[in-house]
């Protein structure tokens, strides 16, 4: 299958679920700063929710761009990528109401390990699906750089069940940055 009809529908479901996320945060009950003080937790699960979609396809739109053809098991793999990143409106809200509960803390951290691990997987079909992608081969090298953000998710759940509620939460935060970090650094051959 040609990726540019393929990158389209992902691109629209990617924006679809970005609207739907900003659609979900309260307004500042009333027109101060602290009001929108309150909201703050909200807005830094939207950070950390829009950061993740983002680099999604971000990525996605520089490795379609690398790649001319796909087979079925990226489709099938993207599909189940795009059913699971379409729950991070709900998740995302979710923690954000309720930033010191241990069952909202640990499904927006499963949702974020889950959503990591199926790009991951998906990367790794794409290579397949064009074996002789000299580009490709050089980045599948680079992939072990790809456990640096779950590490940080893992240490997150520790810091959540051991003694600080919100660490998913922050460690969320500080795992979709070292994923940006990683795909900038391999973007540009480091």
């Known amino acids: 299958m040609e990726t540019n009809r393929f990158e389209t529908f992902i691109d629209a479901i990617i924006a679809i679920i ?4 900003i659609l979900k945060i309260n307004q500042p009950a009333e027109p ?5 003080w309150d909201l703050r937790v909200s807005y830094l699960a939207y950070l950390i929710s829009f950061l993740t979609l983002f680099n999604i396809w971000y990525s996605n739109h520089n490795l379609f761009q690398k790649i001319d053809n796909i087979d079925n098991s990226v489709v099938w793999i993207y599909g189940i990528m795009t059913f699971i990143i ?8 979710w923690v954000a109401r309720n930033v010191e509960s241990i069952p909202a ?46 590490i940080m998710i893992f240490i997150g759940f520790i810091l959540t069940y051991t003694f600080y509620r919100p660490g998913i939460y922050i460690s969320c935060l500080i795992a979709i940055l070292i994923w940006i970090f ?6 540009n051959g480091n």
């Open 32 to 36: 101060t700063l602290s009001a929108i």
């Open 18 to 21: 970005i609207t739907v996320l």
């Open 182 to 187: 990683i795909g900038w650094r391999i973007e």
């Open 105 to 150: 803390e640990t499904m927006f951290g499963l949702l974020f390990v889950s959503t990591h691990i199926i790009y991951i997987i998906s990367i790794k079909a794409i290579y397949r699906s064009n074996p002789y992608n000299k580009f490709l081969q050089e980045i599948d090298k680079k992939s072990f750089y790809h456990s640096g953000p779950l």
């Open 86 to 93: 379409s729950l991070v409106p709900y998740f995302t809200m």
